[in-house]
């Protein structure tokens, strides 16, 4: 942490910010320019006393230097963590794998029709929610422990793992009972209650970044699972807030790169919210896996106008098998594979 | 809610359009240009239809006309709200409420010192975080029920309301029985469960504008507490996240004039966290009061240097007793008044 | 344009909206609802008076439904504008485009240096800048008529059409003189004097989107520029400012299929600037491949360190000619190729 | 400015970055923590070789902390500058002077008319544009000389200085010819040539902050005027662009207080393009006041129905006329005064 002083600060004031770093058990260094005075603080966990520096009167700003997170960082694990979901399906390897699904559970009926046809064409894990975060509570909002049931079923029925979202520490308990993965959806971000609740619990989260949350953020919230003992967390992009209005999010592709080198967790990209049209989703898409996805998260539909939540943007089923052959072409063009 | 075809379709294609809109029970206005047409789906909670268009092929694109909230709505309610917290204070009448106190809740000590300050220095309500969201889960996390237990002492010994934050539905009844304001923050914002959790309780709600939340959201999340039956609901614009970096967030005060005329709620603002930093949160304070605020939220402290969260935006007692007269100034200017 | 008058809007009031309309030669469309009209006022340009009834007291809000831009539009031009650059480019045909060079023309030798380096790679147009926008007035600006000889030079050596940027209305004849594509910069998105300059010269223009200009506002900058006869316009996406700072911007890859939809014109993006960060261009350098880009711009120096502008973004030569290669790969795996 | 190291960066590495340093003029101030360096570079214009340093590989990142501009900063000059317009106007004083205005001028007549009243409210300066930089080719473009010849007029007959807009270098003559201060736009904030052309004329320049820029980049932008031996620079926060739609841009008011700390040029702010609905432009009018403007522009206009450009947001003369006398009043609450 680097401490930079106001201009012309007295020697009794730079006193009193060196003797608080050595109060707190560290070794001050002080580099004087002509009117500046910037003072290092650095060590294990320095940045946490950030704040305290930034109280002060004499303290012109404060620069972190190292990192505020610890087990998501590359720093504490150097190779890649690897998430084993079943046998044959382990996140973070060399194949991309496609979660794919209804946004929400609305039938037992329609997650069957949906399921079977994204396992047809390929996709690996089924995705599709029970508990639906809303911005209106006159919406539709999910068909709760039933809807998971029904996920169970399907998933028994076609070998092939879930994921579904847990909105609330009091429903982690059913997520975790009833599917592979737990998803923690965007607006939950920085719900630390909740984000310590999967912490505790054994399957593997998805975790999704938040409209306005920054790639820092986003792995400090990892960080409050990880801390719980959960290991097992994917970090998701789904697309960020910005002026920009012809697509519904933006979304931030450098992330993958940035996050590959910041942490060890498996980064899965959800071009779907992302982008918001679905003519639009198979470009997008094709991007995720060119910038090094280790994972998808597509909506499909097979009648999207009958679709009780995001009906425009969830793929056909046609659309939806012909872009798993192209998602594949671009997969092995960058050293990795869908199929 | 207005439905814009693409260019050129068919008859057929408009007929599917019209008829979906008759079997929901509306009428279809039909609008023809020369290549372009539109059709108006207006009537009650029309707007709650809109995915299932926007999911149709032959749908360019849905404008929404109407409000999707209702309770929150102006419409709803013509008059302001007004919140009485007990026999003198009741906010949104003619004057400015200033909540004032810590960021947290650190001792009792700490907290009794800086209440009687504020309070001094004509602060009508006692603010206090007992439970913390921090970024970092390696943060102090707040005193918990301890905290609430001297909220209490202090509110009684001062005659004083106070206001603290909910970060989590088993939190609520804690809040509910020890403060007088349930507050949820900005981070909670679209925390469903949450916010139905306050909206099942009696006492008062400061619901804290997201850092990437519209007013359309905000008033949707509003809706959320109102159609459970707590119909007294703050709203708090307390900054959001654009680009700009040498301060905290950026405060969007145009909020203000957008959501008195949207709603009938009283709003409250949060130059603390608004912009971050102590030197200059009094001239935004001002800006708050003049743009029409019915109250303000402001951290004070009386060592910030060792304050445990936010001491880089609280004020010093004193800063904020002069302060406290400046905006009793601005108040009269426009009309209202603070002492 | 959708014309939505306030509630209860009086019968004197619409027919002051409706008599307007017709005055300017247009068919009302009037839909009443309860208690909403709305106003349909559809056909050629009618979007071009929006102002005057947004400024309408009984006009609650104006949407459009006719694109502003009519020569860039996809309505204008079916087909897919192909840019003929010389005998064997065509920018906007099956081939990614790969323009590269360093970000200033810094010395003769330094580009001839880094010309035959790309061009050995297999960049087809090689960039460098002789004006150089500088957000600081103290940094290099640039060789400015000298650095554009260099490049005619470099040109006629290599056989290498060239791309430099015009800043100002009395630089465009010099570009239009010496290179073979005048670009606009992000900077001068909205210079509209130079917009028409660079419409008026023969020369192809490569027009880059500004740090906070929507898709909207690209294509009627585009549209500055065709409506003075340069039909040879390519759009440039280079990233958008947001609230993520751990990358120079936020590239919105979003946009190529958006505008792919919009317009008729080729899409070159840059990742260089996008992200700013050395080691994470060529990853995004693939996703813009994979998404539908028609060409890259990316810089290239052989000495970065050494750079007097955008060191920290430039690709090593031994950088850029592993990632030609897996370019070429992408691009093949999308049914275009590099080489 | 502090560089940091990458991690366990190798002795030669870090002597390349002292060695540099060195070669530089500058004395390196290392410290050197368990596994991280970092190394100060402290003195007059540091800051200029920052890109040279983030280029090399060994670099992690690099911190400012010294300004990049000079003439605009408080270090520069400590008291505000007071720029004297005649005899009875200086800008930057205890008064707050009040522009107002047409957006456009669209005829000798309404620019009298609309002066006269704006005038008899109390407004100091007049506003209005002879040049308009409009998004699409095919809006009203303004009436160029002409109008600049009737500002000429009314500004003689009314005893009004005036203000006006110049979009190209090639218009700077005009404007210091015919009006009092030259305003530079929005959309020109970053237009280099543009800058530098007001910077060696006369008139005092109002220089309007960009939708995308930031503070540092606007005082940056100050500094190309001031570089080129003009000191009479107002800057203006007009809005920046941000996710909210519901007005035009988001007012950015907390740049008041941290340009006022940070330079001594006046501030001017325009509510009018900030929030861009006419029914609010008075609520944040009263918060620029309050926040510490040193003056305001205002669009007025007496039939905005009829306004070529910027219906939506001018006042009436009589909503004009009561809001300079709220004006006062907010500005006498915080010591100032608008008459």
């Not at 060119?290 to 009780?308: C, F, K, M, N, Q």
């Not at 425009?312 to 798993?324: A, E, G, H, T, Y």
């Amino acid at each position: 942490m680097i401490i930079v002083l106001k201009k012309n600060a007295k020697k009794k004031e730079i006193m009193t910010v060196t003797n608080k770093i050595k109060a707190l058990g560290y070794k001050p260094h002080i580099s004087v320019g002509k009117d500046i005075t910037i003072i290092g603080m650095i060590g294990d966990c320095a940045e946490k006393y950030r704040n305290a520096f930034e109280a002060m009167d004499v303290v012109e700003h404060v620069s972190e230097i190292q990192k505020p997170y610890k087990l998501a960082s590359r720093e504490f694990r150097k190779e890649n963590t690897v998430i084993k979901i079943n046998k044959s399906i382990e996140i973070g390897n060399k194949k991309v794998y496609i979660m794919a699904g209804p946004c929400s559970i609305e039938s037992k009926e329609l997650l069957f029709e949906t399921a079977k046809m994204v396992k047809d064409a390929g996709a690996t894990i089924l995705r599709g929610g029970a508990f639906k975060p809303r911005s209106s509570p006159y919406a539709f909002q999910g068909l709760g422990e039933n809807g998971l049931k029904y996920m169970k079923m399907a998933s028994a029925k076609l070998y092939m793992p879930t994921v579904s979202e847990a909105m609330a520490v009091e429903q982690v308990g059913l997520l975790s009972k009833y599917c592979d993965i737990v998803q923690i959806g965007a607006r939950n971000i920085q719900n630390y209650e909740l984000l310590k609740a999967v912490g505790k619990q054994q399957k593997p989260v998805l975790l999704k970044r938040g409209m306005a949350t920054t790639i820092k953020e986003l792995l400090l919230s990892a960080e409050y699972i990880l801390s719980q003992g959960n290991y097992n967390v994917m970090l998701c992009e789904r697309g960020i807030r910005t002026f920009e209005d012809s697509t519904r999010f933006t979304m931030d592709l450098s992330a993958v790169p940035v996050l590959k080198k910041l942490t060890h967790l498996p980064i899965i990209l959800d071009p779907s919210h992302g982008i918001g049209i679905r003519e639009h989703v198979g470009a997008m898409a094709k991007a995720c896996v060119a910038v090094g996805a280790d994972g998808l998260i597509i909506e499909v539909h097979p009648r999207p106008e009958e679709a009780l939540s995001d009906g425009q943007q969830s793929l056909l089923p046609d659309q939806f098998k012909i872009l798993m052959k192209e998602l594949d072409l671009v997969a092995r063009a960058v050293g990795r594979e869908v199929f």
